[in-house]
């Protein structure tokens, strides 16, 4: 009995002994992937390498911004009165306007188009009684003591053009209806004047 009992104290003694072995054989184990270090790895990412670069032209150069303003207009007038302060009757004065290739369109008023586009004034024509507009309906009652003929530039045709078609339908109204052509002041409108307002547009138009 003695015999059996100490060995199985031997047998147990070698199996601590090989659960203590393989214990320490395990923690040294850990102990050298702990000094190793943790393997890197790479962490997934939402950002993108961005490019400041801004967009330019071809030849390097920055975008130049256009002011885009229109040209400055010049408004040439003329002004036809009755002689002797003597009013035009007002469907005479339509019919004269007519005959002459005017047309009343926007504002109340007669206008010179070129040709059938109402977009293209040349020239129009305004009562001088306020509001300028004329009053179709009741023209036959109205007496209206002048009209003031006026030129915008730039317009749709050559300016001094422009003048010189707004000049032969002052003088063809004039002839019609006894009238007189006067300046944009109210003084009588001289050849001098006349020339002078051309040159005026033929400076213009170099200007713009």
């Known amino acids: 009995m003695d015999g059996l009992r100490w060995l199985l104290l031997f047998f147990g003694l070698l199996v601590i002994a090989g659960v203590y072995l393989y214990t320490r054989r395990e923690r040294s184990r850990a102990d050298e992937s702990e000094e190793a270090g943790p393997l890197e790895r790479a962490e997934p990412t939402l950002e993108e390498p961005v490019d400041l670069q801004l967009e330019t032209s071809d030849d390097g150069d920055e975008p130049v911004e256009e002011t885009g303003e229109p040209a400055p207009q010049k408004i040439v007038t003329l002004r036809l009165v009755g002689r002797n302060k003597q009013p035009f009757q007002g469907d005479e004065l339509i019919l004269s306007m007519r005959g002459i290739g005017l047309r009343h369109g926007k504002f109340g008023i007669f206008h010179r188009y070129d040709g059938n586009d109402e977009g293209r004034t040349i020239f129009s024509a305004a ?66 004047r006349e020339r002078y307002l051309r040159e005026e547009i033929i400076q213009y138009q170099l200007s713009v």
């Open 127 to 192: 009562s001088l009684v306020e509001p300028g507009s004329f009053d179709l309906a009741n023209i036959k009652e109205q007496q209206i003591p002048g009209i003031s003929l006026f030129l915008v530039l730039p317009g749709p045709v050559d300016g001094v053009e422009g003048f010189d078609l707004m000049m032969a339908a002052a003088r063809a109204l004039a002839q019609t209806l006894d009238g007189e052509l006067l300046d944009e002041s109210g003084s009588t409108l001289s050849i001098q």
